[in-house]
């Protein structure tokens, strides 16, 4: 392994480098100022749902601390923030009424980042839906794609003079098939054809949303989707089973978002594959015009890699993001797939670290899209950080994950990628889902019990990184000379 990769690498001026946050993982104050609760406040009440019981409702209190928040990311010489808009706040039945307090607090902060010269790169949606649209369906009704429209329009409006990136959705396929196949993410429910519904709905909910920017803001506006794209590479490249089992995946997790949105269509694949849960009969006519609204930027959200072949059965199968023995597939019209134990190392999601991943999947969307721009909207890792006496945390697996991350964006782009820019998942610990408080993802440790922030290793290292454009090297962070 390789541990100072690419120390010659240089990016261009214009590389754009950031860190990533969610409104849910980060900003607490779930009940103040009139937000409305959402999936994931529910969820997170579930016994059994979330480890340990954590839910955001404290989380890191950016809420309350977003202009230490942003003093940080100055400090970091952050060129861009990637944050989610919380749709609770802003609209808190998700239907009708406005919260005028929900506008104001990303009001100031936005003007606060330009201020500090940060640009805002704003997700209209990362997974916090106000609970009465799920009452009413969620994701699987047709209706809440309309609601999303309407929320859209809200807040494209109130900040089009400031916000020019607009992402619409943070990775629908954890929407639709953690929230409605596997059940281990909000709101929890375990059914195909619902889950199916959710894609499409999902994306014609991006493609009502991709009109409202367009329409609204013209050539100013800069659109975008993120995707967490899978890399799933067949066991045995020589074998047609395998790579049969690497296409079926590559369709369900890849093919059915990117192609309705730049393409115009749904893989027919897809359709067939699925065909024995669901008749399709959720895509109406003119939906697909209307999701196919073509990308200004494509956010890559790219974690891991996976290995995949057909299922083989009597032998012991490992079911991708599900966990305890109650978990029921995503992998919806995949039952003959089996993911494979990948070799080491691993993060501490238990996720392999393969940097080769990003360089294939950045190059390969190139390849099928060759005016498409890319921007790396998350990369990251959870590791169990450790606080010195000293009150250090001395992250080298983190520095060393993003180190090779970057340099194989590096790659991509000398084999010809576009890519604009990298955001380092995350700038802060954070809510990590199911896993509650027990994984950080952060180069800044939060100690929830004083809710100090606390620079990791790879925070001083991401400083360098950003200043110079430039790898560093692992140990040049300066707090450790
Ligand atoms: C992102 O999701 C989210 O946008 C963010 O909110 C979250 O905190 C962050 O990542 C870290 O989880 O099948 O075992 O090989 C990422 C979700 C991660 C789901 C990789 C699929 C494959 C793992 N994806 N995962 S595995």
């Known amino acids: 392994m390789t541990t100072t990769p690419g120390q010659a690498r240089s990016f261009p001026d214009s590389f754009v480098w950031g860190a990533a946050t969610a409104s849910y993982q980060i900003e607490g104050a779930t009940t103040e100022d009139g937000r409305g609760p959402c999936i994931w406040d529910t969820f997170s009440a579930t016994p059994g749902k979330v480890l340990d019981g954590h839910s955001g409702a404290v989380a890191a209190d950016h809420y309350h601390r977003t202009a230490q928040d942003i003093a940080m990311m100055t400090e970091l010489g952050l060129d861009a923030y990637r944050f989610s808009l919380a749709w609770p706040r802003i609209q808190p039945t998700g239907a009708g009424e406005f919260n005028a307090e929900g506008l104001a607090f990303y009001d100031r902060l936005i003007d606060d980042l330009l201020a500090a010269g940060i640009d805002p790169v704003v997700t209209m949606y990362h997974w916090d839906l106000p609970q009465p649209l799920e009452d009413a369906g969620g994701w699987p009704a047709r209706d809440t794609a309309l609601r999303f429209a309407d929320y859209a329009q809200k807040v494209v409006e109130s900040y089009r003079d400031r916000v020019k990136v607009w992402t619409t959705l943070n990775e629908p396929w954890c929407s639709s098939y953690l929230g409605y196949a596997s ?42 989707l993120t995707l967490n794209l899978h890399v799933a590479r067949p ?87 599900g966990h305890g023995a109650s978990a029921a597939s995503a992998w919806v019209g995949a039952d ?142 300066p707090s450790l000379a």
């Open 183 to 224: 059940g281990v993410h909000a709101p929890g429910r375990q059914d195909a054809a619902d889950a199916l519904a959710a894609v499409h709905h999902l994306n014609l909910a991006h493609g009502l949303a991709g009109r409202v920017v367009r329409d609204v803001l013209g050539e100013a506006g800069t659109l975008s």
């Open 235 to 321: 066991d045995d490249p020589s074998k047609p089973e395998d790579v049969d089992a690497a296409r079926k995946i590559d369709g369900l997790a890849n093919r059915v978002f990117l192609q309705p949105v730049l393409d115009g269509r749904y893989p027919a694949d897809v359709i067939e594959d699925t065909s024995h849960l669901s008749d399709w009969s959720f895509v109406r006519d003119g939906d697909l015009v209307t999701t196919h609204t073509g990308l200004d930027v494509l956010g890559v959200n790219f974690y891991s890699t996976q290995r995949v072949r057909r299922y083989v059965p009597d032998h012991e199968r490992t079911m991708a993001d």
């Open 336 to 477: 003959d797939v089996e993911f494979l134990p990948q070799p080491g190392p691993h993060t501490a999601m238990g996720w392999n670290i393969d940097p080769s991943g990003m360089t294939e999947l950045l190059t390969g969307l190139s390849r099928t899209y060759p005016d498409l721009p890319l921007m790396v909207t998350e990369n990251g890792a959870a590791f169990a950080d450790e606080v010195t006496a000293a009150g250090r945390v001395h992250d080298a697996e983190r520095v060393s994950y993003v180190a090779r991350h970057v340099d194989a964006v590096g790659q991509a782009m000398d084999a010809g990628a576009d890519v604009r820019g990298y955001f380092v998942w995350s700038l802060m610990d954070n809510f990590e889902w199911a896993y509650g408080y027990h994984r950080r993802f952060g180069i800044v440790r939060i100690d929830y019990e004083t809710q100090e922030r606390i620079w990791k290793d790879s925070a001083y290292w991401y400083r360098e990184l950003v200043r110079t454009h430039q790898i560093p090297a692992p140990e040049s962070a």
